[in-house]
């Protein structure tokens, strides 16, 4: 239950800092820390956020953490720490780093933060939610991983590209694994009340697919570094609905146990966020085709944590 509004947020980098700034602005949270391990980083930028709630209709105290025990107490706690894939590094490389960052950032929370909700960021998302839940073992509910809501509103912009209209009437859905095998539905999206295949073609819709699962390496191209602003804000909407326990529907990574005929993985399906973290696991029909795609995507994540069973890290 929600007892302070404080939000600790592990990672004060570009997407740590962005979530941090989007919920000062609204007003969202009584207190929010940051931490960063790289020096002077969480004290710079909390410093400059909190100069710009000056501007806010509700005041938020921004502070940052000397060491990961000062990151107590808090209801929500943010992890975006960790290190993208370098030079000739494998993605087995990859998944055992970021895993042991994982291990050591959970362990601080649950020893400073025991009742926390967290909300996990790092990639690879799905695998590294999975590390989260099987470190702590605490219930399901209170593990959420950060992807659907950013690649939702990714589809969100495409389809309004396509449209011309419907700014904020756009509803979207993205399942499966934040990856190459991630799963948008704008079948399943509308545009105000309005169904999206009344809308657009199917040649349309193969394209806003298409353009969702490359959103990310869109603006790679462009910035030459990954999207922040975006991951930020989906960061945002997620607090804000634990927080204001607003039950809203939101696609996130969470630990299946039987939910779509699957157990022992993390994976991208929609839920309802409320005080309590996932307050339910909403399971919609799927035909034979989405099926075999949500299972693909299943057995990529599931092959991630195969790597770091087979390297013991669980042990």
Known sequence: MIKNRKVGIIGAGAVGASAAFSLAIMGTCREIVLFDIAEGVAQGKAIDIAQATHYSTKPTLITAAQSPADVKECDIVVITAGVPRKGDMTREDLLMINAKIIKSVTEDIMKYSPNAIILSVSNPLDVMTYTIAQITGWERNRIIGMAGALDGSRMAYQIRKKLGFGAARVGALVIGDHGEN???LPQKANVGDVPLPDLLSKEDMEEIINRTKNGGAEIVGHLKT???????R???FMVEAILNDSKAVVSSSVLL???YGHSDVCVGVPVVLGSNGVEAIVEMNL???????FDTSV???????DILKNNNFFN
């Not at 990954?226 to 930020?232: I, L, V």
């Not at 035909?287 to 795609?293: A, F, G, Q, T, V």
Request: no cysteine.
């Open 226 to 232: 990954s999207g922040y602003y975006g991951p930020g």
């Open 257 to 259: 146990s039987g939910e």
């Open 234 to 236: 989906a960061i945002a």
């Open 182 to 184: 991630m799963i948008p």
């Open 299 to 305: 057995k990529t994540v599931k092959n991630g944590i």
């Open 287 to 293: 035909d034979d085709d989405l099926k075999k795609k």
